[in-house]
Each structure stands twice: as structure tokens, then as C-alpha cells.
């Protein structure tokens, strides 16, 4: 079955930064859009970045001109590059990616969830 690892996360002080990967394995056809996602205790998942196939890029307001989401193709992988992190970025970040597997189905499919703590 399709399955998502996250790695990369971690302790790091205000200004640091931390580089995230998500990669898929398994059954997998062809991938779509890849995204990161965020849950801070307390408040409600959110976008971060997302990817297209194509390569168009959105990000949140709040990381925009310090996060860059890139992917690479051959690896079926997303990186989210975070740099000037803020105590505000304290959060789970999820990958998540639209995947069709090799039956033809696509579903979206999430990582475990990776923690991000950014505190000196």
C-alpha cells in the first residue's frame, strides 16, 4: 500500500532552519499535488505550501518568503525548506500528496506527522 515517511523535524531556536522531506513508496502510479500542512495544539490543521505537478507553488501568508516547497519527481518526494522560524511555526507538520496508484484510483494520502518546536 501507498504510505508517506516524514522526516527532518525537530528542536531549533528562533531564526534557525530546519529542512523537512516527505517521501511515498508503494503501488504508485503517478503523483499530483504534494503539500505540507500544520496543527499547532489547540487550533485547527492548516495549509502551509503546496505543490502542483506542473511545478506552481502556493504558500500560506504567514510562511511566505521564508518557507520554499519543492518536490522531485524521480524520488516521490517534497521538501519544505523553513528558514527564519518564528515560536509561532511550533506545530505537527503533515505531508500529504494526491496519489493514483497503479489500480488507476486515486485517493489523498497523509504522513505520520513530523514536530516542529522553535524555542531558544
Known amino acids: 500500500q501507498v504510505q508517506l515517511v516524514e522526516s527532518g523535524g525537530g528542536l531549533v531556536q528562533p531564526g534557525g532552519s530546519l529542512r523537512l522531506s516527505c517521501a511515498a513508496s508503494g503501488p504508485i502510479a503517478s503523483i499530483y499535488t504534494m503539500g505540507w500542512y500544520r496543527q499547532a495544539p489547540g487550533k485547527q490543521r492548516e495549509l502551509v505550501a503546496r505543490?502542483?505537478?506542473?511545478?506552481?507553488?502556493n504558500y500560506a501568508d504567514s510562511v511566505k518568503g521564508r518557507f520554499t516547497i519543492s518536490r522531485d519527481n524521480a524520488k516521490n518526494t517534497v521538501y519544505l525548506q523553513m528558514n527564519s522560524l518564528k515560536p509561532e511555526d511550533t506545530a505537527i507538520y503533515y505531508c500529504?500528496?494526491?496519489?493514483?496508484?497503479?489500480?488507476?484510483?486515486?485517493?489523498?494520502?497523509w504522513g505520520q506527522g513530523t514536530q516542529v518546536t522553535v524555542s531558544s
Open positions: 500529504k500528496m494526491f496519489i493514483r496508484n497503479v489500480d488507476y484510483v486515486s485517493y489523498d494520502y
Open positions: 505543490i502542483t505537478s506542473g511545478g506552481m507553488t
